[in-house]
Nanobody, 124 residues
Framework: QVQLVESGGGLVQAGGSLRLSCAASGPRLSKNAMGWFRQVPGKDREIVAAISWSGLNTNYAGSVKGRFAISRDNAKNSVYLQMNSLTPEDTAVYYC?????????????????WGQGTQVTVSS
């Protein structure tokens, strides 16, 4: 059974940076695309960034492009999200997820494993 555990969330001032980590336990996910999603109360969960199994292909939501960077270390069974120039609009619970296939995917419907989420709060 795959378990994903996020860490690195917290409170930061606008303009600051955070680095989220997601560690997977159980079967290795080196052949799975991975993604970061976020959700605020009353809204649907939305894609933030996705990365293919090899790490060669990435995609970002328009609102974070140029500020966030997704990466992975298959040897450590981990994926990361570097978040820079944070704004209060980035405040949300951030979730790590693993897709069923290798190719990066933007729809939450194709992700089969989910972490419990980590809160990111950006103060103005």
């Amino acid at each position: 059974q795959v378990q994903l555990v996020e860490s690195g969330g917290g409170l930061v001032q606008a303009g600051g940076s955070l680095r989220l980590s997601c560690a997977a336990s159980g079967p290795r996910l080196s052949k799975n695309a991975m993604g970061w999603f976020r959700q605020v109360p009353g809204k649907d969960r939305e894609i933030v960034a996705a990365i293919s199994w090899s790490g060669l292909n990435t995609n970002y939501a328009g609102s974070v492009k140029g500020r966030f960077a997704i990466s992975r270390d298959n040897a450590k069974n981990s994926v990361y999200l570097q978040m820079n120039s944070l704004t209060p609009e980035d405040t949300a619970v951030y979730y790590c997820a693993a897709a069923a296939g290798r190719l990066l995917a933007l729809s939450p419907n194709v992700y089969v494993y989910w972490g419990q989420g980590t809160q990111v709060t950006v103060s103005s």
